[in-house]
């Protein structure tokens, strides 16, 4: 299994610009995650879906969009990128509502 | 609102030490509360913990929960220079559903000096 991926690792966006961060895991975990790290901070939860077809807000969802289509990939989407949302963007699954979240490795995004 | 405290946010030693950091929680319907250690990328798993009282063990470190003081500490004996990290605290929201959603502390930045 190679678990959570993220890609790409690092990215520079430009003010305006849109991206997609993509999420995928191996380990047909329904529950998956996309969490922002900001320096010195601890980890805050963007979007989150519960299975294919259904997602939901987190506690800082504005600017962003998400879908998920199939149990494996979970994109997240940046329509007009701002410098507030430099941040190190996790994603994260599990196989259920009592288990573990397992992360992916982060994408460092960085919004000049 | 669920709210995850930890403290001290930073703290230096040297190797060999031992260190306790602690986190403080305010939940409804509290299930279990977790820690994890960040190095350089993801954060990656240490402990889930349940019950009061109850001690997790691995290795060097340790950690406690105390359900009726709504708080957990984590230990770390004999420190060495690959324990430097940033510790985080999260406990899974409720609110009557079971999406386990996390809420993080901010994290306790180590710094393991030779």
């Known amino acids: 299994n190679a678990g959570v991926t993220q890609t790409p690792k690092f990215r520079i966006l430009k003010i305006g610009q849109s991206m997609t961060l993509q999420c995928a895991q191996d380990?047909?975990?329904?529950?998956m995650y996309w969490y922002r790290q900001d320096p010195g901070m601890g980890l805050k939860l963007i979007y989150y879906s519960v299975g294919a077809g259904i997602t939901d807000k987190g506690e800082v969802p504005n600017g962003y969009n998400v879908s998920r289509s199939t149990t494996e990939d979970f994109p997240l989407r940046l329509e007009l990128a701002a410098p507030s949302q430099t941040s190190v963007y996790f994603c994260?699954?599990?196989?259920?509502?009592?288990?573990?979240?397992?992360f992916g490795p982060g994408t460092r995004l960085l919004v000049l | 609102e669920d709210k995850v405290v930890q403290s001290p946010l930073s703290l230096v030693v040297h190797e060999g030490d031992t260190v306790t950091l602690n986190c403080s929680y305010e939940v409804t319907n509290f299930r279990s509360l977790l820690w994890y250690k960040q190095e350089k990328k993801a954060p990656t798993f240490l402990f889930m913990l349940?019950?009061?009282?109850i001690e997790k063990k691995s290795g060097r470190l340790s950690s406690i929960l105390d359900k009726k003081e709504l708080f957990s500490i984590l230990n770390i004996t004999a420190t060495q220079t690959g324990d430097s990290a940033i510790y985080l605290c999260?406990?899974?929201?409720?609110?009557?559903?079971?999406?386990?959603?996390?809420?993080f502390g901010q994290g306790t930045i180590l710094t393991v000096h030779p």
């Open positions: 349940t019950s009061s009282g």
């Open positions: 994260a699954s599990k196989t259920g509502p009592q288990e573990t979240q397992y």
């Open positions: 380990m047909n975990h329904n529950y």
């Open positions: 999260a406990v899974p929201n409720a609110g009557g559903t079971s999406y386990g959603k996390l809420t």
